[in-house]
């Protein structure tokens, strides 16, 4: 697969658009962001948590610094360079959004896109990951799509949680689009029996 054409292609829509600038530490190769596949992990800067994670493997991606921002065409044609590479060596490959916080509301939507393009592009070859100190209640109201997140990786750091394992913290949500759905479903039918009870009890 060809760099240059890959990028091309990818970023044809975008020519019109105004992207913005998207708050950006570091984007690398990486083994062990994901649990099963090499991945180009993307380090996201600022995070919105508070108080931060005690232990926090990436304090320095915490504060909302402006010098980190970076053209989003630019981010893209990285990324697609760099999943390209790794796609000459494996069969398939993740897409990792970490940092920092990738939904706090200074880079959600610069997740969001770099997900819908490169799932739309690579299609089952990459997997995307995110990584979010949100729960999925949080993410039920959030106000940005989550259609082209294939896995998550949910919930706070915990330091008396530390495992050796996948995800680092024991009290970590690793879920599938489709195990986020349902937990989404039970969450819909929770809340809609609450109010049903409220209403009720008036």
Not at 159 to 179: I, M, V, W
Not at 184 to 199: A, D, P, S
Request: aromatic share 12%; with cysteine; glycine share 4%.
């Amino acid at each position: 697969m060809e760099i240059m054409q890959s990028e091309s292609v990818v970023l044809e829509p975008l020519q019109s658009s105004v992207l913005g600038k998207p708050l950006l530490r570091v984007v690398r190769m990486m083994q062990g962001d994901h649990p099963s596949l090499p991945s180009v992990s993307v380090y996201f800067q600022g995070c919105d948590a508070y108080p931060k994670c005690f232990g926090c493997h990436n304090p320095e991606t915490w504060d909302f610094d402006e010098k980190f921002a970076v053209d989003f065409s630019h981010l893209v044609k990285h990324v697609v360079a760099k999943l390209d590479t790794l796609l000459n060596v494996y069969d398939k490959v993740a897409l990792v959004l970490l940092g920092g916080e990738p939904l706090s509301p200074r880079n959600r939507k610069y997740a969001y896109m770099l997900a819908k393009i490169v799932k739309e592009f690579f299609q089952e070859k990459v997997v995307v990951l995110i990584f979010s100190w949100r729960t999925p209640k949080d993410l039920l109201e959030l106000d940005v799509p989550l259609d082209y997140f294939d896995e998550y990786v949910l919930g706070r750091y915990l330091q008396k949680y530390h495992r050796d394992g996948f995800p680092a913290s024991a009290n970590q949500l690793y879920l599938t689009k489709e195990e986020l759905k349902q937990i989404f479903e039970t969450l819909k039918i929770n809340k809609q029996e609450k109010k049903g009870e409220e209403l009720c009890n008036f």
